[in-house]
């Protein structure tokens, strides 16, 4: 499976984005969908999962009732919408498919996409 992210940019405080995650090989509609990302000097931090079939979705206590996380396997396609971004969502943000046999709070990966930048300023 192969990933690439886009939709990054600089927005201010307050404001939204949506993160679009193109997947493209086999297997894409069996894997659990997750957004991860890795703010200024400080290591990767998981920010949102979606379960294969689109059910059931898993957010980071930080993100949680701000960003969104959906997919479309028609399209082979997995989105992050932000809202209401503070300063400290800046991150670089990579889509990645979840190693199979996850579980909550213990995730692991299989396939990571090129990270997209988000700023956002004060």
């Known amino acids: 499976v192969q990933l690439q992210a886009s939709g990054g940019g600089l927005v201010q405080a307050g404001g939204s984005l949506r993160l679009s995650c193109a997947a493209s090989?086999?297997?894409?509609?069996?894997?659990?969908m997750a957004w991860v990302r890795q703010p200024p000097g400080k290591e990767r931090e998981f920010v949102a999962a979606?379960?294969?079939?689109?059910?059931?979705?898993y957010y980071a206590d930080s993100v949680k009732d701000r960003f969104t996380i959906s997919r479309d396997n028609s399209r082979q396609m997995v989105y992050l919408q932000m809202g209401s971004l503070k300063p400290e969502d800046t991150a670089v943000y990579y889509c990645a498919a979840v190693k199979p046999g996850w579980a909550v709070g213990r995730w692991e990966y299989d396939y990571w996409g090129q990270g997209t930048q988000v700023t956002v300023s004060s």
């Open positions: 979606i379960h294969w079939s689109g059910d059931n979705t």
């Open positions: 090989g086999r297997g894409f509609r069996h894997y659990t």
